[in-house]
C-alpha cells in the first residue's frame, strides 16, 4: 500500500529539516575572519600544489562494476529468501543454478586478478 | 470534536519522527563521552577532566563540547565547490538517521483505546529499506571527499566508497539467511518471529558475517581507512569545521547506533528478552549498548587492516563465506522440511 510509505516521507522530512537548521545554525553563528591560509587546502605545512581534482585510479571503477554484479545478484535472493518455504527443492535447484553461473564470473574475476588492490 | 483519523496519524508518526531524532542526537552527545571514558581507561588515562571527572557534573562534557564546536569558524576553503560542500554532511546525516524509521523498538502498547506502534513505519519491504538506505551513505562521504578539493579529503572519500561498496555485499547477503528462516523482509513480524528463540541459534555464522561487515560500512576500526590519521590526517572531513564536522561525526556515531539496532533485531531478537522473558524497549536498547561498548573497546584496542588486506579479505572471504551460508542454509531446511 503506498499510504504505509507516508511515515517514511514524514521521517524524510524531520530529518532534512535537522539537517538543515544544523546547516543554517553553523553558517549563522560562527565568526567568519577569512584569511588566504586559511582557505588553502591543508597538507600537513607544505605550501599546496596542484589541483585534487584528478583523475581517479581506474581500480575504483573495477570495484564499483564488481559490486554493481554482486549487488544485483543479491538483491535476486531477497524475494527467493522470503519465499524459500514454499519454492522447497524448486527453489534450492533454480538458485544453485543461478549462483553457478555467477561463480563462473566470480572464479574469472578471481584469476585475473581483480580482488587483489596492488 | 471528532479527529479526522489521517490527521492523527500524521501527527502520530510527527511525533515519534521528532523524538527518534531528539533521542538519537543525545544518544550521539553521550556515546562521544562514554567513548573517551572507555578509551581512557582501556589506555590507563584519566580521560575527559575539566568540565569534571566524577558526579552530575560529568555530564555537562557533551554541553560543553556541542557549544564550543557551535562557535567555532564556518569557513569553506578556497576552490571548494561551496554548495556540495556545504550539503554533503547535511546528507550524511540526514541518511543516517533516515534507517530508524522502520527498526521496531517495543511491542505496541495500548492506552486509552489509542494502540501506539513504536515503529514509524511497518513497510514489506523494510529489510530492503534499511539495505538501500545504508548505501546512501557513500554518496555523503564522497561528496564531501570530492568537493572539499583536497587531497587527502579525496583519497578518504576514494577509499571509503570502494571499502563500504565492497562489504555492503557481504552484509547484504550476511542476512538472507535470516529472511529465508523468517519468510518476511518486515522487521516488525522478523521480531515477533524470534519469540522465544532468536535468530543468531540458527544463523551464527550469518551473525558474525554481519557483525563484521557492520564495522566496515561505520568505518571503524580495524576498518577505519577512510579516516587513518597516521596517512590521511583526517580523511574526509579533513577541511570540515564547526558543526559541519559535528555532524559528518554524528553520522559516524548514529550509524554505528543504528548497525546495532539491525543486528539486534535481526539476530537478537529485537525487544524480545531470552527465553521468551518480559518483551520491551529495555532489551533492544541493553543489547545495542553491548554493541556499542563492543566498537569502543575495538578502537581501544586493533590496530588497522592494510587497504589490499581489507579489499582481499571482502572479495575472497567474506563473499564466498556468505554464499556458503545461505546456500547451507536452504539445504537444511529443504532436508528437515520447514
Not at chain 2, 590507563?44 to 560529568?58: F, M, S, T
Amino acid at each position: 500500500m503506498p499510504v504505509d510509505y507516508l511515515p517514511i516521507l514524514v521521517m524524510l522530512i524531520v530529518v532534512s529539516a535537522f539537517a538543515a537548521i544544523a546547516l543554517t545554525i553553523s553558517a549563522l553563528v560562527g565568526p567568519r575572519r577569512p584569511t588566504p591560509a586559511k582557505l588553502s587546502p591543508y597538507e600537513s605545512g607544505m605550501p599546496p600544489f596542484g589541483s585534487a581534482r584528478r583523475r581517479v585510479p581506474v581500480k575504483y571503477y573495477l570495484t564499483a562494476v564488481l559490486f554493481i554484479l554482486f549487488d544485483i545478484e543479491i538483491i535476486f535472493f531477497y524475494p527467493w529468501a522470503v519465499l524459500f518455504r514454499q519454492l522447497g527443492w524448486f527453489g534450492l535447484i533454480e538458485m544453485a543454478l543461478f549462483v553457478l553461473v555467477l561463480l563462473v564470473g566470480y572464479v574469472y574475476v578471481w584469476r585475473k586478478g581483480g580482488f587483489d588492490w596492488d | 470534536m471528532t479527529l479526522d483519523p489521517f490527521m492523527v496519524m500524521l501527527l502520530d508518526v510527527l511525533v515519534k519522527a521528532i523524538v527518534i531524532v531528539v533521542a538519537l542526537l543525545g544518544a550521539y552527545a553521550y556515546m562521544t563521552l562514554a567513548e573517551r571514558y572507555v578509551m581512557a581507561r582501556v589506555q590507563v588515562r584519566i580521560g575527559p577532566n575539566r568540565v569534571g571527572r566524577v558526579g552530575p557534573i560529568a555530564v555537562l562534557q557533551p554541553v560543553a563540547d556541542a557549544v564550543k564546536t557551535i562557535f567555532k569558524e564556518d569557513f569553506c576553503p578556497a576552490n571548494a565547490d561551496k554548495i556540495v560542500y556545504t550539503l554533503a554532511p547535511g546528507l550524511a546525516v540526514a541518511i543516517a538517521l533516515l534507517a530508524w524509521a522502520v527498526i521496531p523498538l517495543s511491542p505496541p502498547l495500548t492506552i486509552a483505546g489509542y494502540t501506539i506502534h513504536f515503529y514509524i513505519a511497518d513497510v514489506g519491504i523494510a529489510a530492503l529499506y534499511l539495505l538501500a538506505v545504508g548505501s546512501l551513505g557513500v554518496y555523503a562521504i564522497v561528496l564531501g571527499g570530492w568537493s572539499s578539493n583536497n587531497k587527502y579529503s579525496l583519497l578518504g572519500g576514494l577509499r571509503s566508497a570502494a571499502q563500504m561498496i565492497s562489504y555492503e555485499v557481504s552484509l547484504g547477503l550476511a542476512l538472507v539467511g535470516v529472511l529465508m528462516i523468517s519468510g518476511s523482509l518486515s522487521l516488525v513480524d522478523i521480531v515477533e518471529k524470534q519469540s522465544p528463540i532468536w535468530n543468531v541459534v540458527w544463523q551464527p555464522v550469518g551473525f558474525v558475517l554481519y557483525c563484521i561487515c557492520a564495522v566496515a560500512e561505520t568505518n571503524r576500526v580495524p576498518f577505519d581507512l577512510p579516516e587513518a590519521e597516521t596517512e590521511l590526517v583526517a580523511g574526509y572531513s579533513t577541511e570540515y569545521g564547526s558543526l559541519k564536522f559535528a555532524l559528518f561525526y554524528m553520522a559516524e556515531y548514529i550509524n554505528i547506533v543504528t548497525v546495532s539496532a539491525i543486528a539486534a533485531t535481526m539476530f537478537l531478537g529485537g525487544y524480545q528478552g531470552p527465553f521468551g522473558l518480559l518483551p520491551g524497549a529495555h532489551w533492544l536498547l541493553l543489547k545495542i549498548a553491548v554493541f556499542i561498548f563492543i566498537f569502543m573497546w575495538m578502537r581501544a584496542t586493533l590496530p588497522r587492516f592494510r587497504y589490499d588486506q581489507l579489499m582481499r579479505f571482502g572479495w575472497k572471504v567474506l563473499l564466498p563465506l556468505g554464499l556458503a551460508n545461505v546456500f547451507a542454509t536452504a539445504v537444511v531446511m529443504v532436508l528437515l522440511g520447514r
